[in-house]
């Protein structure tokens, strides 16, 4: 529970390994999304991993879409590991197509995260309508030492003396990936997010669509809620 005892912890985590250690599943599941890799290991091959995530809420989809379809809530991927590299490729219709190749021991993004965090929130405001009435909650997720995440989610409905606001999601936009310092702390990551969104609202090529909606917030699902700008 968070310091007021009202909000139970979002995120719960299920792993599995093999009687040699090497990991087999690892799955998070929090309350606006479900992602999931799963390993296969062949003798004299490459290691191989599916993996997938399901938003069932997200915009302009439908649940009954299968991955690999547009209009389909789940992303699914396949990455063949090699020693230095990963190839990846994603589900387009019926087929897995090659995406992309990258280094394992060099996958930081290099831009800053200031420009970082504006790409990737144009991207998801670019084609989207946001009603007017609702709330815009950025909730924050530590990630792994190289990275954090922030789900972009909107609510029904906004109360700025009533912090469950956020709790409840009407939809969510998508996930955007930011870089971090290896010294960033949970505080950090937050008083950070805060100021690129507050950046962001003064301003940012579709800042208009977020200022017209009812209220907006960041914060930890864990934490406190900090109200911007």
Same mark, same amino acid.
């Given at each position: 529970?968070? !310091?007021?005892?009202?909000?139970?912890?979002?995120?719960?985590?299920?792993?599995? $390994?093999?009687? &040699?250690?090497?990991?087999?599943?690892? $799955?998070?599941?929090?309350?606006?999304?479900?992602?999931?890799? +799963?390993?296969? $290991?062949?003798a004299?091959? *490459?290691?191989?991993?599916?993996?997938?995530?399901?938003?069932p809420?997200?915009?302009?989809? !439908?649940?009954?879409?299968?991955a690999?379809?547009?209009?389909?809530?789940?992303?699914?991927?396949?990455?063949?590991?090699?020693?230095?590299?990963?190839?990846?490729?994603?589900?387009?219709?019926?087929?897995?197509?090659?995406v992309?190749?990258?280094?394992?021991?060099?996958?930081? &993004?290099?831009? *800053?995260?200031?420009?970082?965090?504006?790409?990737?929130l144009?991207?998801?405001?670019q &084609?989207?309508?946001? *009603?007017?009435?609702? =709330?815009v909650?950025?909730?924050?997720? +530590?990630? &792994?030492e190289a990275?954090?995440?922030?789900?972009?989610?909107?609510?029904?409905?906004?109360?700025? +003396?009533?912090?469950?606001?956020?709790c409840?999601?009407? !939809?969510?936009?998508?996930?955007?990936?930011i870089?971090?310092?290896?010294?960033?702390?949970?505080?950090?990551?937050?008083?950070? !997010?805060?100021?690129?969104?507050?950046?962001?609202?003064?301003?940012?090529?579709?800042?208009?669509?977020?200022?017209?909606?009812? =209220?907006?917030?960041?914060?930890?699902g864990?934490g406190?809620?900090?109200?911007?700008?």
């Amino acid at each position: 529970m968070n !310091a007021k005892g009202t909000l139970p912890y979002s995120r719960l985590y299920r792993m599995k $390994y093999d009687e &040699n250690g090497r990991i087999l599943s690892f $799955y998070i599941i929090e309350r606006t999304f479900l992602s999931g890799e +799963e390993y296969t $290991y062949t003798a004299g091959k *490459p290691a191989e991993c599916l993996c997938y995530d399901y938003v069932p809420n997200k915009c302009n989809t !439908a649940k009954n879409v299968p991955a690999g379809y547009a209009g389909s809530p789940m992303r699914l991927s396949r990455c063949v590991i090699h020693a230095d590299t990963i190839d990846r490729y994603e589900k387009s219709g019926e087929q897995f197509v090659f995406v992309k190749k990258f280094q394992r021991r060099n996958t930081k &993004n290099s831009a *800053p995260p200031e420009i970082q965090f504006i790409r990737q929130l144009d991207s998801l405001l670019q &084609n989207t309508a946001l *009603p007017n009435h609702c =709330g815009v909650y950025f909730e924050l997720r +530590e990630g &792994n030492e190289a990275m954090y995440r922030i789900d972009v989610s909107l609510t029904p409905t906004f109360d700025a +003396e009533d912090d469950e606001w956020a709790c409840t999601v009407e !939809a969510v936009l998508g996930e955007l990936v930011i870089t971090k310092r290896p010294d960033m702390e949970w505080k950090d990551i937050q008083d950070t !997010a805060a100021k690129l969104i507050c950046s962001y609202l003064k301003k940012g090529k579709y800042r208009d669509k977020l200022l017209a909606c009812g =209220g907006i917030g960041t914060g930890f699902g864990e934490g406190d809620l900090i109200l911007l700008p």
